[in-house]
């Protein structure tokens, strides 16, 4: 019979159904699991559920009767997924989950920062508009997304959720993924696109090639000003980098949806940004519409029911 351990059931919302396997099976689950809780928790356990806890080499070598592990996302940069392939331990994950979720947060993202949402929304609480004496004030800036170039970098799913939305706006759209086929129409350099793009917003995977993408290089070679996003994964951007892009208005303004380590520390540059009337800081949670939450709790039980029945879906390469 099958040992099934949940190591941070919390990262589910609690009105979320995770269903059980419908075959036998013990499930024991915990809210959360730090670094030194693993080994005593998932010791003897045949199958984890995971989604943010550190599983690597050292720790694998300690559970000799892991058969599987089942990520509840997308991202997998938390598993060490080569030493597991060595001991024949697959790593599956969830896919196309979000495609609505992501897609709509980074929309309202970029919307609330190109229209300054949320400072004017601060203004009329401090009595702002009163002491404008008129109809309207700007203290803010207002710019229409029509007619503006957004560059995505990432065009999977979510990258193209996003560019479907932002052609309804009435914008251009061009794209910059490594793994796209040459001559694919949109497709362009990564300089092109951040050299001319009004928005750029990120849709890959965290990976050696990726980390950082967005450093003070990258930033000084931007001359539209844009608006960034990021719902992607933290490490992507380097935060201090952006800071500086800030003050010498390299860039407008910026969405944050994730950063590393998460949460951030109290004094991190993330926190910082967070402060910034032209930022918008959000805690990882573009993913999480509750519609999503369920989808992604479904396939979650999926992967590991096609698992067991020898026929695993979703597994995951571990290069």
Avoid at 29 to 46: C, H, I, W
Avoid at 232 to 259: F, H, K, N, P, Q
Avoid at 297 to 303: E, F, K, T, Y
């Amino acid at each position: 019979m099958h040992k099934i351990v949940v190591l941070d059931r919390d990262t589910i919302a609690p009105e979320v159904n995770v269903r059980r396997p419908s075959f036998p099976h013990e499930w024991i689950e915990y809210p959360r699991t730090g670094a030194a809780e693993v080994v005593e928790r998932a010791r003897d356990a045949t199958i984890l559920i995971n989604n943010k806890v550190e599983l690597r080499a050292g720790t694998l070598e300690q559970l000799p009767d892991l058969a599987l592990i089942a990520i509840s996302a997308t991202g997998t940069d938390c598993v060490d997924k080569a030493a597991a392939a060595v001991r024949g331990v697959p790593t599956v994950n969830i896919r196309g989950y979000a495609r609505a979720t992501v897609p709509e947060h980074t929309f309202a993202l970029l919307l609330a920062l190109a229209r300054s949402i949320v400072p004017y929304r601060q203004e009329v609480i401090d009595g702002a508009w009163q002491a404008a004496q008129q109809f309207c004030f700007f203290t803010n800036p207002i710019i229409d997304l029509s007619g503006k170039r957004i560059g995505i970098v990432g065009a999977g799913v979510l990258g193209s959720q996003v560019a479907g939305i932002a052609r309804a706006f009435g914008m251009e759209v061009v794209f910059y993924d490594p793994m796209a086929k040459p001559g694919t129409d949109g497709v362009v350099s990564l300089a092109e696109l951040i050299e001319t793009a009004h928005v750029v917003t990120l849709h890959c995977p965290l990976t050696d090639a990726t980390r950082g993408l967005l450093d003070l290089a990258a930033f000084r070679r931007m001359k539209q000003r844009p608006i960034i996003i990021n719902t992607a994964r933290g490490g992507l951007i380097i935060e201090e980098y952006l800071e500086i892009a800030l003050d010498e208005g390299l860039v407008s303004a910026a969405g944050l949806d994730v950063t590393l380590p998460e949460p951030p520390a109290a004094d991190s540059a993330f926190m910082r940004l967070a402060r910034r009337k032209n930022v918008i800081c959000t805690p990882h949670v573009a993913w999480a519409s509750l519609e999503a939450q369920q989808a992604l709790a479904d396939q979650l039980i999926d992967n590991i029911e096609n698992f067991v029945a020898g026929k695993p879906s979703n597994v995951v390469s571990p290069d």
